[in-house]
Each structure stands twice: as C-alpha cells, then as structure tokens.
C-alpha cells in the first residue's frame, strides 16, 4: 500500500461533486460526491444495479451527468453550478481527454480481428503519434513481463481469458493514461486467471498510478487499496480504510455489501 498520510495540501486529482445522471426517468447518481488524491488506489464497491459503471463512465466522458461538477486531473468536464452557467466539455477538448484516461472492462473488449500486438499499438501509432519501432519496442517488453510475447501475433479469441484481460490492462497502458479505470476486470475469470490479473494491476498501483477498480474481491481490496469506497442508490455511503470498513462496517448497506463479499 502507498503512503498516503502527507496529503493535505495536495489538491484532489478527481474530484465529483453532487453529480447528477438519470436514464429516462431513472435517477442512477443521487448528488454523488468523491474525492481521490493523485496516486491514491480506490476500490469501489456496492450492490449491483448502485451506479458503479455509470459513475466510471461519467469519469471519461462516456456519459454526461445532467448536473454537478466533475475534475480529472485539472480538466473540468462539466459544471453546472450554482450560477446559470453549465459548463460541458465537448469536441477535441473531450476526444483529446478521453485518451488520458484508461479503461478496462469486464469483458476484455480487444479487436477480434487484429492480433495481439496490433491491439496494442494502434492506440499509440495512430493516437499518440508514436514512431511504430517505439511502439514495438515498448509492447514487446510487456509482453514479455506478462509472460505471452511467444503470442504476439495471436489473435483475441485464441488467447485465454486471463492473456486477454493482460492484454486489454496493456494496451489502456501504452496510451500513458493519467488516471486508469477498472469495471469488474476479473469477474469472467477463473480464479487463476484471476490472480494474473489482479498481481498486473497490483504492480500499476505500485508504480504510483492513480486508479479506481469496482471490484468484489475483498481480499484483493484489502491488499491493494488506500481506500474502500462504498455506494448505494447513487451516492457513497461509507468510506475508509480497507481493514476499517471491511471489519467494521457502519452504514447498513455496507453491512449487507461486506457480508457478501467473495
Ligand atoms: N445506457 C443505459 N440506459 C438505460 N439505463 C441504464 C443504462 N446504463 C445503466 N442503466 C441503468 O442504471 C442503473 C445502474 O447501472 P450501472 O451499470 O451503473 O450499475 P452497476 O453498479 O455497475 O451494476 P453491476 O454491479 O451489475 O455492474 C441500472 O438500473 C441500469 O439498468
Ligand atoms: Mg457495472
């Protein structure tokens, strides 16, 4: 775990803020509020259905909240407050921090039809502009470190679903994201496989990255993360260290959370 005590002059690197967002006449984000430090590791939890997805994709602009304020490393992506000015980041602004953030999901979301190693630089060559002997250069020592550089030209669908998901955490990284963003990255996984996973993401957290991973492995919470953040019905309802709110739990939906967990 990093050290995270010496950060009160240390402006927030997200920062949420009475966010609102419905789907039709479904309020899903109640005026969440959330706070996370540059580096923190946070792991986000809460019963199916709470918002936890919606929340990740308001965080990289997938999905625009209707009102409130969202920060991400000083970009404002929206503002609504309580002037008649609304605020919304859009166009290449939006495009452009999409990039810098990175995102990995349940289910892998690789392109079935290139292979392994130009899943991984068509971000960088065709985004960043990266020279493409830089690129090879780079996602071949990954692969390396993940253990499949023996599957570089393989395609998706005959890899594993642990190789696919390293692959996805690889490819989100060649993108140098500011802030990466993890959906259930393990929850189609056998247990092997996840411990694959969840050992590459540790090593992202160690290097100082700033993360947030909705996860229900608490004992991978319990290893990983500064802090735990509980959410229900659209808002956090507790939060706190790992052993503080896995143990001791206050908020009753906590309480049913922590007793379900795997
Ligand atoms: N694009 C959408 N259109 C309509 N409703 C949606 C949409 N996306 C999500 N919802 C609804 O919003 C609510 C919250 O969904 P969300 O996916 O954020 O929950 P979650 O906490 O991630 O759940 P899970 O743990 O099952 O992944 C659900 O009731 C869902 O049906
Ligand atoms: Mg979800």
């Given at each position: 775990?990093?050290?995270?005590?010496?950060?009160?002059?240390?402006?927030?690197?997200?920062?949420?803020?009475?966010?609102?967002?419905?789907?039709?006449?479904?309020?899903?984000?109640?005026?969440l509020?959330?706070?996370?430090?540059?580096?923190?590791?946070?792991?986000?939890?809460?019963?199916?259905?709470?918002?936890?997805?919606?929340l990740?994709?308001c965080?990289?602009?997938?999905?625009?909240?209707?009102?409130?304020?969202i920060?991400?490393n000083?970009t404002?992506?929206?503002?609504?407050?309580?002037?008649?000015?609304?605020?919304?980041?859009?166009?290449?602004?939006?495009?452009?921090?999409?990039?810098?953030?990175g995102?990995?999901?349940?289910?892998?979301?690789?392109?079935?039809?290139?292979?392994?190693m130009?899943?991984i630089?068509?971000?960088p060559?065709?985004?960043?502009?990266?020279?493409?002997?830089?690129v090879?250069?780079?996602?071949?020592?990954?692969?390396?470190?993940?253990?499949?550089?023996?599957?570089?030209?393989?395609?998706?669908d005959?890899?594993s679903?642990?190789?696919k998901?390293?692959?996805?955490i690889?490819?989100?990284?060649?993108?140098?994201?500011?802030?990466?963003?993890?959906?259930?990255?393990?929850?189609?996984?056998?247990?092997?496989?996840?411990?694959?996973?969840?050992?590459?993401?540790?090593?992202?957290?160690?290097?100082g990255m700033?993360?947030?991973?909705?996860?229900?492995?608490?004992?991978?919470?319990?290893?990983?993360?500064?802090?735990?953040?509980?959410?229900?019905?659209?808002?956090?309802?507790?939060?706190?260290?790992?052993?503080?709110?896995?143990?001791?739990?206050?908020?009753?939906?906590?309480?049913?959370?922590?007793?379900?967990?795997?």
């Amino acid at each position: 775990m990093k050290d995270t005590t010496d950060r009160t002059t240390t402006k927030p690197f997200v920062e949420v803020k009475k966010v609102h967002k419905a789907f039709g006449p479904q309020p899903v984000l109640r005026g969440l509020d959330m706070a996370v430090n540059p580096g923190e590791t946070i792991v986000l939890m809460g019963a199916s259905g709470c918002g936890k997805t919606t929340l990740l994709r308001c965080l990289n602009g997938l999905e625009t909240p209707e009102s409130g304020s969202i920060l991400v490393n000083r970009t404002t992506l929206c503002n609504t407050g309580d002037t008649e000015s609304q605020y919304f980041l859009q166009g290449d602004a939006l495009h452009e921090f999409r990039a810098s953030v990175g995102m990995v999901f349940q289910q892998f979301n690789l392109f079935p039809h290139l292979n392994v190693m130009d899943n991984i630089m068509l971000g960088p060559v065709k985004v960043l502009k990266t020279s493409k002997e830089e690129v090879q250069e780079t996602t071949q020592k990954w692969l390396d470190r993940i253990g499949i550089l023996n599957k570089a030209s393989h395609f998706p669908d005959q890899l594993s679903g642990g190789e696919k998901q390293r692959v996805a955490i690889v490819r989100s990284l060649m993108m140098n994201p500011k802030l990466m963003l993890f959906d259930e990255p393990t929850s189609a996984l056998d247990p092997q496989m996840t411990r694959e996973v969840l050992d590459l993401i540790k090593e992202i957290a160690e290097q100082g990255m700033t993360l947030l991973i909705v996860t229900h492995h608490g004992r991978f919470a319990e290893t990983i993360a500064d802090r735990i953040l509980l959410m229900d019905n659209g808002v956090i309802v507790e939060e706190g260290p790992p052993p503080q709110l896995l143990n001791t739990p206050q908020h009753p939906a906590t309480q049913a959370f922590i007793q379900g967990l795997l």
